[in-house]
Structures are given as structure tokens and as C-alpha cells.
């Protein structure tokens, strides 16, 4: 190893330095990366097709807006998906937090569908208990939500005259960030009901989900940026997942470029130990 | 219209509130991100604001989202003409036992709140878990087919059912891993790892997805710089 220059001992903000430009240079120069579209998002994409128009579909939102990078273009391709197919919506939040960001994603879809508050969709907002809400929904959803986001009664909403519980409801799209989220879905709801059931995670949750897809529980999952934009590019429209797409790729490449540095560095550097040994 | 005009005015129609909104957000970022050179009092005090705006945020969500409409509105319904529904107390009486704990004379109170949550959770959550994950999971490992779905399907159940044995035995404590049952536990460590490799892998992406959503903002939403 050169005196003087010790890679092992490089300052850590020199990689951050990096891993900044990798994200902001194809942020602000498109590489226009391929991207194949995988078997889970196909099978959400396909299910979503299949439903009859005119149907009622659920957008179950369970995040905050600290996951909005990755999910919130997930619920947008999903209204924009739903809505160019005709068919009804119905929000229901186990978050808090989560009716408004809805509501950001909701107001400007409708508007360029020209969908109407009540008729074709329908946000009913928080509800608090979690998975007893869940499971007051399989019994009853106008009692579980008896009033929508703004405190309109729901018996004076036309679409929700049609809705009593997941029996109406064609297709549930869980959008999730934690707890309760898809596996309180699928515990409570799927396998309790049998209501077909497609997710949205985080990256981070993905990895706990897929066996739901291969037991047939899940009927599609879309996994951090990476599923959104597959999301994106089937429905046609691409949007904020797709266009970091390209930036998540290079930092990718950037990641294993240090990794196999790490390793090359680690084992001369043990070969050097051990001959000056 | 000037770049300068569009940083400080945004995009024509956008009130000025959003603009110094936009402002804000990006200078906190700013002062969040300082802290990778190194800590400093902007970082400190973005972190501060944050903790503070954070937890003013949710208690007023909470109250206006949760207590509000499950607790006062259903006991003191006003002039709504809607019945006062008496069974509400009930939880009110529990959560006021929860707040007990900040008095030691009669702190024990709030066990009673935790034992209810706790047992009840319990209650709901095990069926839950044992109808949608235990049942289906098993049942869904015994319907892998090794002889339908041709050769790619039948090699990837025959990896997973493997996997499956495998990792199932490295967690049999009650015999030592010596011998062919330590040959298959190790087997199942290797499986564990690719695991926890898959795991970490999404959990860098996620990470990165936060920091691309951030400089979304920052170059498109602040700066104006994106398509």
C-alpha cells in the first residue's frame, strides 16, 4: 500500500459526496435506463384489469409523509389506473396521517377524469383501532366509518349506499408503511374475508411480503421506488418513481463498486498482515 | 420568466405561501444534511424544531382525529340531536387510568388499562396471525408442486421447500448440531443470510428512495432545476 494514502482510512463524507452527485446528475440528466417490468407488479396490473368497470375499489392508505418519496406515486398510478378504468373508489386510512396526502393525490385525478366527490370516489378518512377497525369493516363499513373525511354521514353519500362490507368492494389496494399495514390486511381482512388483495410497500417491508404473493394471499406487490415505477411504466404514465429510477441505478452501482473495493482492499491488505507476520 | 423570478414567485398562480413554504423545507433539509460534514447548531436546531413541530403535530391529530370524534362527540353530542352514547365512558375511564402512571399513590390503575389492550390484541392478533400466516404458510410450502410447472418451478420449490427444512431445523435447540443435523442447520444459516441480504439490499433502496425524493424536492419543487 503507498504511504501517505491509505484507502481504508478515506473520509466517509467523500462517499457522500458521491452518493449525492450519483442521485442529483441523473436526476437533472435522464439516463432514460431500461426497465423490465417484474411478475409482481404485472399480476397487481392484471388483477386491477380484470375487475368489471364500474366496480368498487378500496385504496386502503396507511402511510405518512415520511414514505411519500415511495409510495405516494403508488397511490397516485392506482387512482390514475382506477379512474381511466371507471372504477369507483372508496379511502379508508388506518393512519392518521394518511387522508391528506390522499386527498392531494385524489383532488387533481378527479378533476382530470372528471370524477365526481360521492358518485366515484369517496375518502372516509382515519379511523383509530387498527386491526379492530379492520375487522368492523368485514362487518360493516358504513358503521365502522360512519362519516367521510370532511364529517359528511356516509348515508348520505350515494357510492357509499352501494358499500355495506368487503363484499362490495372488487379489489383492496393496501398502501403501506408499518403497522397496522398489509400483514393486518392479510391476517385480519384476506384471510378472514377472502377479499382479493394487492399491496404497495416500503422498500424496506418488501422483503416480509413476498411469501403472501406465493401462498396466493397477496394478488401483487409493488416493492419501494422500484415497484412504483414498474406501476408507472404499465399504467403509461410516468412519474416521480420513474424519473429516480435512473438515480437509485447509478447509486446502486456506486454501492457495489464500494463493496467489491471494500473486500479487494480488506484481502490484500490481510495478505500484507500476514506476510509482514 | 427569469429562473431568479421562479425561485423567489414560483410557477405562475402559485401563492406566495407555498413559495416560502418550499423555502423553508429546503433550508431545514439543508440544515439536516449539514450534519453528515459534521454536527453544528443548525443541524441542532433543525433537529429541535423537528422533535417539537412532530410531537405538536400528532397530539393535535390525535385529539382532533381520535378523541375528539371516539370520545367527546359521542358523550356531549350538543345540539346534533344525536343520542349520548353512555358505552364510550368506558374507554374514557380506561385511558384516564393509563395517565395514572404519573401518580405512584394509584399508578397500579393504569395495569388495568394494559391488561385490557394487552388481551385483547392478544386475543385478535392470534387468530389473525394463525389463520393468515401459520395455516396459509403451511399450506401454501405443502401445495409446491416437484413434478408440474416445468423445470425453472420445480427447481425454485425444491430450493424453497430445502430452505424451508433447513432453516427450520437450524432453530431445533433441543438436540446439538453436530453430525448430518449440523451439516443441514449450517445449511440453514446460508439461507438466513441470503435473507437478511435480500433484506438489507431493499432496505438501502429504501433509503436512497428517500434521499431521491428529497433532492426531487429540492432541484424541482425549490430550485426549479427538473423537467
Redesign the interface.
Do not use: C, N, W
Given at each position: 500500500m503507498a504511504k501517505g494514502f491509505d484507502i481504508r482510512n478515506i473520509d466517509r463524507?467523500f462517499i457522500?459526496v458521491l452518493?449525492?452527485a450519483a442521485?442529483?446528475w441523473p436526476?437533472?440528466h435522464p439516463l432514460k435506463l431500461p426497465m423490465d417490468v417484474s411478475p409482481p407488479v404485472q399480476v397487481l396490473y392484471d388483477a386491477i384489469e380484470a375487475v368489471p368497470e364500474g366496480s368498487i375499489v378500496m385504496l386502503a392508505a396507511d402511510y405518512s409523509p415520511?414514505?411519500?418519496?415511495?409510495l405516494q406515486p403508488m397511490a397516485e398510478t392506482f387512482i390514475r389506473h382506477a379512474f381511466r378504468r371507471d372504477l369507483r373508489i372508496v379511502v379508508a386510512c388506518l393512519w392518521?396521517?394518511s387522508p391528506p396526502l390522499v386527498e392531494q393525490a385524489l383532488g387533481p385525478l378527479a378533476e382530470e377524469f372528471g370524477k365526481e366527490y360521492g358518485t366515484d370516489y369517496v375518502n372516509l378518512?382515519?379511523m383509530?383501532g387498527g386491526?379492530?377497525t379492520l375487522?368492523g369493516m368485514g362487518a360493516s363499513i358504513p358503521e365502522t366509518f360512519p362519516?367521510d373525511y370532511g364529517g359528511t354521514p356516509v348515508d348520505e353519500i350515494p357510492l357509499m349506499v352501494e358499500v355495506e362490507n368487503f363484499d362490495d368492494i372488487a379489489f383492496v389496494m393496501e398502501i403501506s408503511a408499518g403497522t397496522p399495514g398489509t400483514r393486518?390486511w392479510?391476517?385480519?381482512v384476506?384471510?378472514?374475508f377472502r377479499v382479493t388483495l394487492g399491496s404497495g410497500t416500503?422498500?424496506?417491508g418488501?422483503?416480509n411480503f413476498y411469501?403472501y404473493i406465493?401462498?396466493?394471499?397477496l394478488t401483487g406487490l409493488l416493492?419501494?421506488?422500484?415497484g412504483a415505477a414498474e406501476y408507472e411504466l404499465l399504467v403509461g404514465v410516468p412519474g416521480?418513481a420513474t424519473?429516480?429510477m435512473d438515480?437509485?441505478s447509478v447509486?446502486?452501482a456506486l454501492?457495489v463498486f464500494f463493496i467489491i473495493l471494500g473486500n479487494i482492499v480488506y484481502f490484500i491488505s490481510r495478505r500484507s498482515e500476514k506476510k509482514s507476520a | 420568466m427569469s429562473w431568479l423570478h421562479m425561485l423567489f414567485n414560483g410557477p405562475p398562480g402559485t401563492p406566495p405561501s407555498v413559495v416560502w413554504g418550499y423555502w423553508v423545507a429546503a433550508i431545514l433539509t439543508i440544515c439536516i444534511y449539514s450534519f453528515l460534514y459534521k454536527d453544528n447548531p443548525f443541524y441542532k436546531f433543525a433537529e429541535s424544531l423537528f422533535v417539537g413541530v412532530g410531537a405538536a403535530y400528532w397530539l393535535a391529530l390525535l385529539y382532533h382525529e381520535t378523541l375528539v370524534p371516539k370520545l367527546i362527540t359521542p358523550l356531549f353530542p350538543g345540539e346534533s340531536g344525536d343520542p349520548v352514547q353512555w358505552i364510550r365512558i368506558f374507554p374514557g375511564i380506561l385511558a384516564i387510568f393509563m395517565l395514572l402512571r404519573f401518580f405512584p399513590k394509584v399508578s397500579w390503575l393504569s395495569r388495568w388499562s394494559l391488561g385490557f389492550i394487552v388481551g385483547m390484541y392478544s386475543a385478535v392478533n392470534i387468530t389473525g396471525f394463525a389463520q393468515g400466516d401459520l395455516v396459509a404458510q403451511i399450506h401454501a410450502t405443502m401445495n409446491m408442486s416437484l413434478n408440474s410447472g416445468g423445470p425453472l418451478a420445480i427447481i425454485l420449490n425444491a430450493i424453497a421447500i430445502i430452505g424451508i427444512f433447513a432453516t427450520l431445523i437450524y432453530f431445533f435447540f433441543s438436540k446439538e448440531h453436530k453430525g448430518v443435523l449440523g451439516g443441514v442447520a449450517k445449511l440453514g444459516i446460508w439461507f438466513l443470510m441470503v435473507a437478511f441480504g435480500a433484506s438489507f439490499g431493499y432496505t438501502v433502496m429504501g433509503r436512497i428512495s428517500l434521499l431521491i425524493g428529497r433532492m426531487q424536492f429540492m432541484l424541482g419543487d425549490w430550485l426549479h432545476l427538473l423537467d
Open positions: 463524507r457522500f452518493v449525492l442521485v442529483v436526476l437533472l415520511d414514505t411519500m418519496p415511495e392518521p396521517a378518512g382515519y383509530a386491526i379492530v375487522l362519516a393486518e392479510v391476517q385480519q384476506q384471510s378472514r416500503t422498500a424496506v418488501a422483503p411469501p406465493q401462498s396466493g394471499q416493492g419501494g421506488l422500484k416521480d424519473s429516480g438515480a437509485q447509486v446502486h454501492i | -
